[in-house]
């Protein structure tokens, strides 16, 4: 768990690419690393994907030094309290059709470093046997991630998501976009609406997770099983919209897509990211409401879920408790 006020205090910050012609020049790494001081913030803004990283705590690194988790913890240079830092999804990788076009949740991992030959010429069998991965034993170990990742899904009764960190993860996004109409002086406009909606999907998640740890403690029918992981499908299909980006009809993704200027860097909240950048004030006030009815339609997928579970009880329960009611 990273510092808790990292998101209110920190700006989203990811690796930057050499300029082409520095690269033409050598074959070392192109990305340039964040520093160990920038990298220990990051990790306080990203506290993802818990589930990749746990399978990573279970599949030896190739160096002989631990875990694939422990290696990377170490080599990211965190301190103890915080994790090592995630990207988030964005463009110009193999997932987009999935992604940014359909909402279906992803996660991708690799293991990098010094080479310089990545979509060259000299990207070959014999650079990679000899030089790149003798014995391929960085492939096996992401694949080994990968049906670890793929085993634990497959194997789930209910799908292992987990919305609660999700809808956290978004509200941390939401201070650099009031920041960057701050900048482009939209005087009256906020993400007030959002955060509204992020506190609403919060609480469903919540909700859910309560039915869900109850329902899985026995047996579960398929049948309820089978109707709350539907539901759970609709969660992140709720973030998209049919029509796409203004800029880009062909992305549909409303959280993360690839940035129009730079199609391997990624953009948080497209829609609104690019009205604000666009300086349309009415524009971005629009964007800003629906993607808060986005918000609100996927809260409403996780009540759905709930219910599935035979949850809906237990909600109105603790809804109740929770005002003090009897």
Known sequence: MGKVTGFLEIDRRDRRYAPAGDRVRHYREFMIPLSEEANRDQADVDQRLEQLRDVARGVDDPSGQGSVYAVWRQRSGVPDSAEPAMGN??????????????????????FGGSGGVYHSAYDSYHWMRTFGDPGYKYHAAAARIGAAMVLRLANADVLPYDYVEYARTMRRHLPAVDSAIARAKMT??????????????????????RARDKTVAGPISKERASRANQALRGVERALTRPEGLRTRPWYRNLIYAADENNGYAD??????????????????????????????AAARALDAARDALGGEGERRAVGREGRGEQ
């Open 89 to 110: 999804p964005g463009g110009g990788s193999d997932f987009a059709g999935f992604y940014n076009h359909l909402g279906i949740p992803i996660a991708d991992w690799g």
């Open 188 to 209: 009256g406009l906020s993400t007030a609406a959002v955060v509204g909606a992020v506190g609403r999907l919060e609480r469903a998640a919540a909700d859910f997770v």
């Open 267 to 296: 953009v948080v909240f497209p829609s609104v990211s690019e009205a604000v950048r666009g300086g349309d004030v009415a524009l971005a006030g629009r964007e800003i409401a629906d993607l808060a009815s986005r918000f609100d």
